[in-house]
């Protein structure tokens, strides 16, 4: 056993993280309030990065540094969370096109979908322009891609 976080784990091209809904996730119903799915989603799109190989410090440090901003998302609840449920994130990157990355994610209960978003995160210069991802961070996400193969 380790006292280190999980980054989640591969199944296939997906990417699930585990998650528990605490009381500070809920409103004063005990639902999760519908802007904590968004930091589920980010958690997601992180650890799956982290688990392919790229890690956000290793590329602030680089000789140009990259960082990614979401440039839309795209989110439609289907059914609440409430207090204490074990929930998964699912996250699918689709896509590197040009700036972009096009990614799928769902919080699921159980296998059964709550919320999904479609996402489109841009890779930036620091000043806020848009670049191309590295070379390395391409090789490092293709093997996941939608239809290119685990």
Known sequence: MTDLPTAGRFDGQ???????????????????YHANYVRYF?????????????????LLEQDEPLAFVVAEMNIKYAKPARIDDA????????????????????????????????????????DGRPRRPTKRLVELVTPWLAGEGA
Do not use: W
């Not at 997906?14 to 639902?31: A, K, M, Q």
């Open 87 to 126: 929930l998964v994130v699912r996250t699918r990157y689709e896509a590197i096109k040009g700036p972009r990355l096009m990614i799928r994610q769902t919080v699921e209960r159980a296998g059964e979908v709550l919320c999904r978003a479609d996402v489109t995160a841009v890779c930036i210069h620091l």
């Open 14 to 32: 997906d990417h699930l993280l585990p998650v528990r809904v605490y009381y500070e996730d809920t409103d004063f119903t005990g639902l999760v």
């Open 42 to 58: 980010e958690r997601g799109r992180s650890d799956f990065l982290r688990l392919a190989g790229v890690g956000h410090v290793e």
